[in-house]
Every structure is written in C-alpha cells, then in structure tokens.
C-alpha cells in the first residue's frame, strides 16, 4: 500500500523547501492536503511527481514547486477571498482553505467541477466550486483579494481584472514566443501591473489566447 503522507514530507523537503518557499502556511498546507485525493484515480501514484499532471485536453494539474511558488509571490492572508481559476479537482483550492483564506473554486468543465466538489467536500467543505466559464471568472461571488490562475495566459480577460479589488494580487503563468514565465500581478488605479518572478509553463487556458493579429 503506497505510503501517501511519507510521498508528501519527501516533494516538501525536495521540491517546495529548496525552491525559495518559506511561508509556514504554504509548507503546513501542502504537508497535509492529500494532492492524491484531488487527481483522477489511475494518476495517483503520479500525484507527487515534480511535473505538471495532465487532467484532460490542454488541462494540467501545476507541479507542486510552481504552484507553492505561485502561493508564495501571492502572500495570501487569512480571511482573504480568493478566486482559484482553472481549479481541475480542486488540489489548489484546498490547499489555499487550509491556508485560511476564503476560496471561490471555478471550473468549466462540469463533470471536473463534479470531481472537485466531491474532493473539496471531503477535505475543504468551506470552498465554493463554481461552474462556468474561466475567462468571466466568477461575478457574484467577486470581488477577490487574490487571484491564482492554474494554467498559462496570452492576456488577462477584462471580467477577471474587474473583479479584483484595488491593490489585489493575481498570480498567472505567461505563455509567450513558445516560453513560459510566471507573473505576479497588483491592481493600481484600475489596472493590473504584472512583474517577472520565475520561469514555467503549461497549456493555454480556453479565453486567455491573445487576439490574432492579420497583417496585410
């Protein structure tokens, strides 16, 4: 029988505590949220592999150091509302309650968000899983303190800087010229102001394409 929890002390102490993660939250959450509850059932034994986890078409599952590092540039506080886009099965949302934070879970597809709401039921029943589109984000639950997007963007979507309360946090991978960089984000005067943090990748989110540009 697979020892789950030894699996988690081990991609902590080798994959989240080398890579520059200090905050206690992050490394107390991700010791004991089950990341093999919150994948399909024939990828369980890969759940604690260094490397994105596929859920289906162009969907993943972030690596747990990209993800942990994500956490960490967005410094999320207790109490803070949260709004986890791409959610999949729910790992990160669960992960983010477990910090304390106040975690809106948004999936489009349904038979995931099912998933995810069963997981989360059982292990975060305090996360709201809602079902629609990731671009639109989720508008009755808004605004957000933080935003985590789990997959990489070509632009942010208006909906989603909308709903971003003045001097919020949004955390994204960036898929550019076939390469990948993770972004922090701080709304100022409206707008969302993205700075460099680390390099990653992952599949383009459906909504988050850059428009395509014609040239004559």
Avoid: C
């Avoid at 632009?155 to 972004?183: C, H, M, S, Y």
Wanted: hydrophobic share 50%; charged share 25%; glycine share 10%.
């Amino acid at each position: 029988m697979t020892d789950f929890a030894a699996r988690r002390r081990i991609m902590v102490d080798s994959q989240i505590r080398p890579s520059d993660v200090t905050r206690y939250p992050i490394i107390e959450a991700m010791l004991h949220v089950p990341r093999e509850a919150f994948v399909p059932p024939d990828r369980r034994e890969a759940a604690y592999l260094g490397e994105n986890l596929r859920l289906g078409p162009g969907r993943v599952m972030l690596e747990p150091r990209t993800f942990a590092k994500l956490l960490e540039a967005l410094a999320i506080e207790p109490g803070e509302r949260v709004l986890h886009v791409g959610t999949g099965l729910g790992y990160g949302a669960a992960v983010m309650a477990r910090m304390g934070a106040r975690v809106t879970a948004l999936e489009d597809e349904p038979e995931r968000a099912a998933a995810a709401r069963r997981a989360l039921g059982l292990h975060a029943p305090g996360v709201a899983v809602v079902t629609g589109s990731l671009a639109e984000g989720a508008p009755t639950a808004a605004p957000f303190d933080a935003i985590l997007i789990e997959g990489a963007i070509q632009t942010l979507p208006a909906a989603l800087e909308a709903q971003l309360v003045e001097d919020g946090r949004i955390a994204a991978l960036f898929a550019e010229n076939g390469l990948g960089v993770a972004r922090i984000g701080r709304k100022e005067a409206g707008h969302v102001h993205w700075r460099d943090i680390f390099n990653a990748g992952a599949p383009v989110l459906p909504g988050f394409e850059a428009p395509r540009v014609f040239v004559f």
